[in-house]
């Protein structure tokens, strides 16, 4: 390794043993009763969101696929 990545990956070390009390302490709190909805309502408009960008981009991922597949079965025959 040259020494400038050595250097890097010393100082990460470093930074993250300095920084292991601070994330060992004990949180005492507790989360709303709405929080649970967030969650769950921010994972079906991810769910949502994801699928309406295949919807939207459907053609080029299909463009996709049929090129890669396609040079298998041209090269076979």
Known sequence: MCKSKTKLVNSSILLSVSLLPVSLHIFR?????????????????GLLGGLYLI???????????????????????
């Open 29 to 45: 709190g507790y989360i709303d009763p709405g929080t649970g909805s967030l969650i769950i309502q921010a994972a079906i408009a």
């Open 55 to 77: 919807k939207v981009f459907w053609t080029k991922v299909k463009g996709f696929f049929g090129k890669l597949f396609s040079r298998f079965t041209k090269s076979d025959g």
